[in-house]
């Protein structure tokens, strides 16, 4: 027979826990940021009021975005060059796999457009009209690019420019049909014909200017006025027509 106490066990007395409190000054823990200090709330509420490495970490999201956005700004050294690197370029940094890849290349996309005027409701009434248009197509881009704006009788923008070539362009590359084939299809009274030279130097080559005179030549006979052909040169741009090359 057993006494009441017979089987009890003493237990240790349990000891309030008592969080270590951080030196006056530190930083927060990596990774933990009040709701309002963070890049996706700051791009939601305050955008004009980020950095640009802010912007690209509420782009890049995940627990702890800031050191991968600035693994970026780095890396890339400019949004320009970030927009022309390759989607594998990008996914070589630490922590950005393509679906983070995919975001950023798509943001800056929507910026380029952003900056562009609506096609649908702009008219073509000089080359700087065109210009406006074009540079922040094509005055970033690595490779040459080819490019139609088909008109209506108006001078209006039917649709979206249209790429037709990309690459090295000279004479031998080029079909002049080709060419003229975006105004045929979209009923066009006109066009514009424009590309870019990626050294940013817009100067005409004879090889420019011998293709122009191709295009004017075979618009003639389908009775598709070249209105002009412009040459972009990263912020900056050359009129053939205003120079009177290619269109005698």
Do not use: W
């Amino acid at each position: 027979m057993t006494t009441e106490n017979a089987y009890q066990i003493p237990f240790p007395e349990l000891s309030e826990e008592v969080p270590i409190k951080e030196k006056e000054g530190s930083p927060p823990p990596r990774g933990f940021l009040p709701l309002r200090d963070t890049p996706a709330y700051r791009a939601a509420y305050r955008p004009d009021a980020c950095s640009t490495a802010e912007l690209l970490a509420a782009i890049l999201r995940g627990p702890d975005p800031l050191p991968s956005a600035y693994r970026v700004m780095d890396t890339f050294r400019g949004l320009r060059a970030l927009s022309q690197a390759a989607p594998t370029e990008i996914t070589s940094l630490p922590g950005i796999g393509p679906a983070k890849a995919a975001s950023l290349k798509a943001a800056l996309e929507l910026a380029r457009r952003l900056s562009a005027p609506e096609a649908e409701t702009i008219a073509i009434s000089n080359p700087e009209d065109a210009a406006n248009l074009l540079i922040p197509r094509l005055g970033h881009l690595e490779q040459e690019h080819l490019v139609v704006l088909p008109l209506n009788t108006r001078n209006r923008l039917i649709g979206e420019p249209v790429e037709v070539y990309h690459g090295s362009l000279n004479t031998s590359a080029i079909r002049v049909g080709e060419v003229l084939r975006p105004a045929l299809q979209a009923n066009a009274a006109a066009i514009i014909v424009a590309h870019n030279h990626p050294s940013s130097d817009p100067t005409p080559s004879p090889e420019d200017v011998a293709v122009t005179r191709a295009i004017v030549e075979a618009g003639r006979i389908l009775d598709i006025d070249v209105l002009d052909h412009l040459i972009i040169g990263g912020n900056r741009f050359i009129s053939l027509k205003a120079k009177g090359l290619g269109f005698n």
